[in-house]
């Protein structure tokens, strides 16, 4: 009994690691961590969910991430170092199905939204790829903006920051929805330091990789260690910052709850198994738990009323 009881266990755990692979290759986890960011905004407006502009999320970011495997794509995958690497290419075509679903979704979803939201999409899509392109004059060349130093962190979680506050906020405008300057300003801010903490461990990981290929990253500018202290410091800033705006306690709650989670992470797994490649993935799941903590908070926090 004891022998079935570990077996069952061992099988059950595999089944969760294949599962965890297959989100983060795929990038579906990461598509759905866009679209539980975007719904939270519309939590913390206390705004019924557009489903078109949280489907258009999803979408676009799985859509954008799959464009970037397929530029950075080796001459050959099967020798690459990384596995997710090897399993992306030697499975293309789940690359190529996803792609496809979104681009259908994507077609279907944007004639349920204003032409200023799809034009204000537009320009955050181009901000994005001009993280690759070259655009930029930087010391005799032209780059793009990964080029720049420490740019790295701080262009993603802006464009994470725009898509999925600014860009549902705005279409909640247009379609009537009652936004506040200071609360859209306090959502902004939180946001983008909450996607800094978010994205920094990632750096941290790559510090290597990113020195092979001379981008300046802020792990390899003040070192690995202090950008750990970073992360730290940072999620206890965005903790206090959180308790001086005027959201809802069950709001908080949830947030905070999170910030928590993400500390023993940090402290338990993320900074302490360093050379587990993909264990700074976790931090793409606080992004979808986040949105789930919040909502069950406020959820909470409604049936006691």
């Known amino acids: 009994m004891l022998h079935l ?18 989100l983060i290759y795929t990038n579906l986890l990461i598509a759905c961590a866009a679209m539980a960011q975007c719904a939270l905004t519309y939590i913390f407006f206390s705004a019924p969910f557009d489903y078109a502009m949280i489907a258009i999320e999803g979408a676009a970011t799985l859509l954008l991430y799959n464009f970037s495997l397929v530029l950075s794509r080796p001459k050959d995958p099967s020798k690459s170092l990384y596995r997710r690497t090897r399993w992306v290419f030697k499975n293309e075509w789940v690359l190529w199905m996803n792609s496809f679903l979104a681009v259908s979704v ?36 032209i780059v793009g903006l990964r080029q720049l130093p420490a740019m790295k962190i701080f262009h993603i979680a802006l464009v994470w920051t725009l898509s ?24 902004f801010a939180l946001k983008y330091v909450f ?94 738990l986040q949105f789930t903590l919040v909502m069950f908070a406020v959820s909470l926090f409604a049936m006691w009323r």
């Open 195 to 288: 996607l800094l903490i978010c994205t920094l461990p990632f750096d941290i990981r790559d510090i290597r990789q990113d020195s092979y290929y001379h981008l300046k990253t802020i792990p390899s500018i003040i070192g690995a260690e202090r950008a750990i202290t970073l992360c730290y410091i940072l999620l206890g800033l965005h903790s206090v910052a959180l308790l001086t705006t005027t959201f809802p306690w069950s709001i908080k709650i949830g947030v905070l709850t999170t910030n928590l989670l993400i500390g023993i992470v940090f402290r338990t797994i993320v900074f302490r198994h360093r050379e587990h490649y993909h264990s700074a993935y976790l931090l793409d799941f606080a992004l979808v």
């Open 5 to 22: 009881t570990k077996l069952l266990s061992l099988k059950y755990m595999n089944a969760l690691r294949h599962g965890y692979y297959f």
């Open 106 to 141: 994507l077609a279907y979803s944007v004639f349920k939204i204003h032409v200023y939201s799809l034009l204000f999409l537009g320009i955050i899509g181009l901000f994005s790829i001009a993280y690759s392109f070259p655009i930029l004059p930087y010391r005799g060349k």
């Open 164 to 187: 999925s506050v600014l860009l549902p906020a705005f279409e909640l405008h247009l379609n009537g929805g009652a936004i506040e300057a200071p609360k859209l300003f306090a959502l």
